[in-house]
């Protein structure tokens, strides 16, 4: 399954721009990526701090008529998220429920979900933060970011260009789970 790239300089959340494309477009899947967002969402109406230089991105896709809880899509999706972290980081790296990523017991990534339904189709978007370069500093809330753990800026697009392979490799097991 091949994903269309939909690329942006800044929106509010890609999670949102993931929606609207479903809603007034014919796409069936897609990869929003975004260099800023400025109303980044996380999980239970919590805020997604946004940092410039890190990873905001949101695949989304037709799940078909599979009616699969969030939970189990999302730690399927985290595991996916965690199989691509594993390619620079060799050390443990932890999935907190319900959507998070922690490497030596500070938060990486954030994963959220969101089904919605366009006429009889159920559709999936995964919107994930990555700290890459920057994380964020949270009261009572250890953060990390990939560089500061490998010591090594990697480009934004070589890992936009893994992620999308990884879920484009792994998009179809969804229906399988």
Do not use: H
């Not at 998070?100 to 990486?108: A, G, P, R, S, V």
């Not at 990939?146 to 890992?159: C, G, N, Q």
């Amino acid at each position: 399954m091949r994903l269309k790239i939909f690329r942006f300089k800044r929106v509010n959340s890609t999670n949102s721009t993931a929606i609207r494309i479903i809603r007034k477009t014919n796409y069936q899947t897609g990869m929003v990526i975004s260099d800023i967002q400025s109303k980044g969402r996380g999980q239970y109406g919590k805020k997604w701090i946004s940092l410039k230089g890190n990873l905001f991105v949101s695949f989304f896709y037709n799940l078909g008529n599979i009616n699969l809880s969030l939970q189990r899509l999302t730690r399927f999706n985290c595991i996916l998220v965690k199989k691509f972290l594993q390619i620079y980081y060799k050390k443990n790296i932890i999935y907190k429920k319900p959507n998070d990523l922690l490497i030596e017991k500070k938060k990486i990534c954030g994963i959220l979900q969101e089904k919605v339904k366009k006429f009889d189709q159920n559709f999936l978007i995964v919107g994930i933060g990555l700290n890459l370069v920057k994380n964020p500093i949270i009261k009572n809330y250890k953060t990390t970011n990939l560089f500061e753990l490998i010591k090594k800026r990697i480009p934004k697009k070589k890992i936009e260009k893994q992620l999308k392979i990884i879920f484009e490799q792994n998009i179809s097991k969804v229906k399988r789970i």
